[in-house]
C-alpha cells in the first residue's frame, strides 16, 4: 500500500508536466569563412544532447517513428473507455503488463507489473472537464524492464477489448466464423486467443451493434402493439407468467411463455388460396430456446403463403390449445 500511495500522490493533479529541451533556439553564425566561402553554424543543441532515457526504450526490431499507437504526455482521447483501450494496446502490441493502481470518473492511473523491481514506468491520464475529453497528464518513460510475456495469450487481450477490435467487422458480415476472427487478432497483436474467448467477443460486439437478448424481449410487446396499431386488424396473443426472485413475485417483471401473430394482408389473402393449412415448425438456437411455427398454404401460382406465426416453448399439447 506504501508504493501505491506514493505513485498517486506522485502523480496528483496538481503536478506540472515539465519538457525537456527548448522550444526555440537561435543559431549564431561564425563569421569565419572556409574554403569555397562556406559559413558554418553552431549545432543545435538537439545534435549535442544525448537523451539517454530515450535509448532505454529501444528494443531490437522496433522503431524510432512515432506511430498512432505510441503513448505520449498531452495525447487526448475522447473518453474513458479509448483511453483505457490505447494503454492496452501498447502494451500488447510491445508485450508489457501493467496494473491499475487507481481508476476513478475523472482519473486513471497504471504502473508497471513490475515496478520496484528494475522498472519505473508510470502513467496517469484524466478527463479535461472543460474540453470534455481525456488526456495523459504525465508518463515516467518508457518501461526499462525485460518482457516476460511467453505465452500465446495476454492478460489485457480480454473479450471486452477483443470486441471493440472486431466491431466493424461484425457490423460488415454479422456471420463471420469465429475461426477468421481469431486470425485477425493474431495478425494485429501477434497472440493467438482461444475460441472461446474470440466467440464472447464476437457476442459483446453483436450485442453493442444489434441490442442483447433481454432488451429485445422487453421490446416485444410494444413491437406488437405498433404493429397492430399501423397494421390493423392484425391479431396477436401472447402468454407470460410471473417472474419470482426466491419466491418473491416480481410485479414489474414477466417471462414469455409463447406468443401467436397473424398480419392482416396474410389474413385476407388466404381466402385466395387452397382451404388448407400446413403447420411446420424449427427450434430456436440462439441464447434462448424454444420452437419458431409457422402455418401456411399454397396460392395459385402454386407458391407457399405464410398465414400465421407463433414462438412456443415446444411442440406440446399446451403450446397446440
Partial sequence: MAIIRDIVSDFSDEDEIEFCGEEEEDVEVDSNEGDGNVTYANPSSFFRVTDSEGGRDYRPGSSSVMNENDLVVGKQFESKEATVDAIKQFHIRNSFDYVVVESRPDRYVCRCKQFGAGCEWRIRASLNVKRGAWKIKKMN??????STIVSQDHTKLNSSFISN???NLISEDPGIPIKALVKEIVSRFGYTVTYRKAWKAKQLAISRIYGNWEGSYNELPRWLNAVQYFAPGTVVRYSASPHSVDGVVDPN??????VFWAFKPF?????????????????????YTGTLLIASSQDGNIRIFPVAFAIVEGETKEAWE
Fill in 141 to 146: 518513460g518508457g518501461h526499462s524492464c525485460v
Fill in 165 to 167: 477490435c472486431i466491431i
Fill in 253 to 258: 417483471s414477466y417471462i414469455l411463455d409463447r
Fill in 267 to 287: 389474413i385476407e389473402g388466404f381466402a385466395y388460396c387452397k382451404p388448407i393449412l400446413q403447420v411446420d415448425g424449427t427450434f430456436l438456437t440462439g441464447k
